[in-house]
């Protein structure tokens, strides 16, 4: 197992050149906390600090609710910390074999195609964008090489040694044919009639009036314009494309009843009485085995990888020097180091 010292380490940084006796009498200057080492390698409280700033960010996308990101922050955060340390522990290991220097190429090219693809103009500009992200194109840039090194590292030692047959890319797809199979979509328009307020016989006389006019030839757009209450109705009651089984159920039980173009007849809602109709339809879709081929394989590697996996790393800790500072390993979960 690895060794620890059961001392609190602190990174103390005190400059002695040209310093006075007085200055030196001081207290020592305190510019960062050790968090955990890994052999001559250490992680400093500001180190952790930028995870811990880019896992919020990175939930953030995922959870609107303040509620639910918090939840999702501390349940994540307690792993923080052990994969910040197996991945400088891989790092360090990555380089014996010269891995940092075959991927420096990779990480130009990559960050060059997401300035491309996301219409930055120039790395200066992405580099402010990240910055108001709380990051630096410099902080990315090692993210990315961090990355890089390790996928290569476990590419080498563990993935090239696995083996997968095309018979169990073919099976797994069919198994599973309904991952892979995209639902219907429509696209539609709407002229609604809200209940709120109104009488329900005169509701009822108005949406037949209107049906009736559509039904002898009459433009939806213009309808939807004059007599939807809903809010799009001043842009012709575009309402916009949605899958099966994403809708209300008396809406979906007409919507993908009908042809591409047709007009619904009067549909009872919670909300009132509504006309619908379909702009486009798009009919459900099986994606075929070579377009998900990559997706499967790289699922499977994974899978087959795990036992493989879990023995590499726990050999590689048990030769790897690591320290975690004692009041960091039961918050994040690192009492096994």
Do not use: C
């Amino acid at each position: 197992m690895p060794r620890f010292v059961e001392v609190s380490q602190v990174l103390l940084f005190t400059l002695f050149a040209g310093l006075s006796p007085t200055v030196w009498a001081q207290e020592p200057i305190l510019l960062d906390e050790v968090v955990a080492r890994v052999n001559e390698e250490i992680i400093t409280l500001t180190d952790l600090k930028q995870e811990l700033r880019r896992l919020r960010s990175s939930l953030r996308q995922e959870n609107e609710s303040p509620e639910l990101l918090e939840q999702a922050f501390q349940r994540e955060k307690r792993f923080l910390l052990k994969t910040m340390i197996q991945n400088k522990m891989l790092v360090q290991r990555a380089d014996e074999f010269g891995i940092p220097d075959s991927v420096e190429p990779d990480v130009g090219k990559i960050l060059e195609e997401m300035r491309e693809e996301s219409g930055i103009p120039s790395m200066e500009v992405l580099d402010q964008y990240l910055r108001q992200q709380g990051s630096s194109l410099e902080e990315y840039r090692g993210s990315l090489k961090q990355r890089l090194i390790i996928d290569a590292f476990l590419q080498q030692s563990v993935y090239s040694k696995l083996t997968l047959l095309t018979p169990e890319i073919e099976a797994f797809y069919q198994e599973n044919i309904e991952r892979y199979t995209e639902s219907a979509e429509v696209e539609l328009q709407e002229i609604l009639f809200l209940r709120e307020g109104a009488d329900e016989a005169q509701l009822h006389k108005k949406a037949q009036e209107v049906l009736s006019q559509l039904q002898t030839g009459a433009s939806f757009e213009d309808l939807a314009k004059r007599f939807s209450d809903g809010p799009t109705a001043a842009q012709g009651g575009g309402i916009g494309s949605f899958k099966q089984g994403s809708m209300a159920a008396p809406i979906e039980e007409v919507a993908f009843q009908l042809e591409e173009g047709a007009v619904s007849g009067i549909i009872n809602t919670e909300y009132g009485l509504q006309i619908i109709k379909v702009v486009t339809q798009i009919p459900a879709r099986e994606r075929p085995l070579e377009e998900v081929r990559a997706e499967i394989s790289d699922q499977l590697y994974r899978r087959k990888a795990q036992p493989g996996m879990k023995k590499f790393i726990d050999e590689m800790i048990e030769s790897t020097y690591i320290y975690v500072t004692p009041e960091y390993r039961e918050e994040y979960d690192v009492t096994d180091f």
